[in-house]
C-alpha cells in the first residue's frame, strides 16, 4: 500500500492506517510503502513502514506477485487505485499555477491509467468529477465514505471538551464562537471565504469570535484582516487532537471550495457540532435530510452568514441539527469504512 508521504495527521493518512490494521486482521500480509514520511508514521502508529526510492516503487508497481493498492494516484499499473483528491476539478473552480506540476502528474497518470484498474473513491461528488475531467466509466469507481473515530469523536466528550479548548483560548461560555478545522490548504479550504462570513456575523453579533484551526500559522494575506488583528479571529496550528477545537465551537463552517470528502464534517458531526458547508463538499451527500434548507449549492460568505446568523438566533435549531448529525455519523464510523474497504480488496484480490 502506497503513498507518496506519510502523514497520519492527515485524514488519508489515517485512513492508510485505519486500512492496513484491518487488512491485517484479516490475515493479510501488509506492507505500507512511501518516499517519505516512514519514521514519523511509525513513531505516531507503532507499526512499520518502509522507505523505498522511486525506481524501487516502480520495480513494486511492476511486480505481478504482489498487489499494489495506491494511495496516491503515481502508479497506473496498481491493481486497486484510492483517489483521494482530484487536482483537475479543484483548478476548474479556482485557478492555482502552484498546481500545474500537480496537474501534469494527474494529467500522466490517467493517461497512462489502465481501463480495468478498479477504482475506491469517497464521494458520489468525486465519481462525477473523474468521469467529468478524465472519462473514467463511473462503473468502475466505487464510493466509500470515509469515517471518524467514534472513540475520539464522541458526543458524550463533548462539554467537558468545551469547557477545557474555551478556557485555553480565553473564551466564556456565552460566546458566540464560530469556526472551522482543516488539515488541507487555506486557500482551497477557503479561509478568504470564511473570513468575510465572520465579518459579516460579527457586523450583526458583535460578541461573536471565530476560530480558524490548520496549518502552522495563518498566511500573511489572513494575518493582515480586520478581524484577526483586532483578535476577533483566534488562530491555533494544526495538531493531533482537533476534537478539543471542534467542541468549542457553537457553528462548525466549512467553506472549503471544492473537498472530495472532508472527514472533518463527519467529525464535527460526531461531536453534536452544527455543520454549515456546501454540496462541493463530499461528506455533504451523508447530511441528513434535516439539513437541506442550509445547504447551499456553492461556498459564498454571504450566504453562510446568514444562515450563521439565524442558527445563532435559535437554541431550537442547533440542537435539532446536532441530534441530526450525531445520528448520521454513527453511519461513519472508521470500523464500517475499513470494513467496506477490506471487503473490496479481497473481493479484486482473491
Known sequence: MYRRTLDVRSGVGQLMHGLATGLRAA????????????WR??????????????SQIRALEESRSQFVIDHEMELPNADLVFAHVLIAEAQRLQTRPDWAEQLAREQAFFGALGASVPIITCSKLMRSALAESYAID??????????????VFDASRTKALRVRAR?????DDETPL?????????ATRGLDIFLAAAER???????AKFLVVGSKSLPDWARAHPAVRAGHVLHRPKGAGPEAWISALDIFLYPSRFDTFGIVVAEALALGIPVLTSRRVGA??????VYEPWLIDAPDSEAFAAHTLTLLGDSGLRQALAAAGTAC?????????????VEAIVDQNV
Open 41 to 54: 508514521y511509525m513513531a505516531r502508529t507503532r507499526t512499520r513502514a518502509r522507505r523505498l526510492s522511486e
Open 138 to 151: 463511473p462503473s468502475r469507481v466505487t464510493v466509500r465514505y470515509p469515517g471518524h473515530r467514534p472513540t
Open 27 to 38: 490475515g493479510a500480509r501488509v506492507r505500507v510503502v512511501c518516499q517519505r514520511g516512514s
Open 284 to 289: 455533504s451527500e451523508c447530511l441528513a435530510k
Open 329 to 341: 455519523a454513527a453511519e461513519l464510523s472508521r470500523e464500517r469504512y475499513v470494513a467496506e474497504c
Open 178 to 186: 464560530v469556526g472551522f478545522v482543516t488539515s488541507g490548504d487555506f
Open 167 to 171: 478556557r485555553t483560548l480565553g473564551v
Open 201 to 207: 456575523i460579527r457586523a450583526a453579533v458583535p460578541a
